[in-house]
Nanobody
Framework: QVLLVESGGGLVQAGGSLSLSCAAS????????MGWFRQAPGKEREFVAG????????YKTDSVQGRFVISRDNAKNTIYLQMNSLKPKDTANYYC?????????????????WGQGTQVTVSS
């Protein structure tokens, strides 16, 4: 059984930082494109950041670039999302996702494996 398990969410004040982790089990994703998405109440799930197996990264628009950093440890089958200078608008449930190939875009449909999500709440 393939599982993606996120951890590291929580409540933080605006300006603070959180570090999310996503550990995969059941198969290796060392060559797969991996990503982080988020979904706020009443809104669609949106792409936050993605990373290929060589470490090449893609970020959502200017709203997170420069504040969030995605990384991966292929040996641990784990990806990370370091979130700095958090803002209340970053409040959402954050999901880890794995694509089926070495590349994926920003659409949720391109990812075949999903974690259960971890809640991030940023207070003002």
């Amino acid at each position: 059984q393939v599982l993606l398990v996120e951890s590291g969410g929580g409540l933080v004040q605006a300006g603070g930082s959180l570090s999310l982790s996503c550990a995969a089990s059941g198969r290796t994703f060392s060559r797969n494109y991996m990503g982080w998405f988020r979904q706020a109440p009443g809104k669609e799930r949106e792409f936050v950041a993605g990373i290929n197996w060589l470490g090449g990264t893609t970020y959502k628009t200017d709203s997170v670039q420069g504040r969030f950093v995605i990384s991966r440890d292929n040996a641990k089958n784990t990806i990370y999302l370091q979130m700095n200078s958090l803002k209340p608008k970053d409040t959402a449930n954050y999901y880890c996702a794995a694509g089926s190939l070495s590349w994926a875009g920003r659409g949720a449909s391109e990812y075949g494996y999903w974690g259960q999500g971890t809640q991030v709440t940023v207070s003002s």
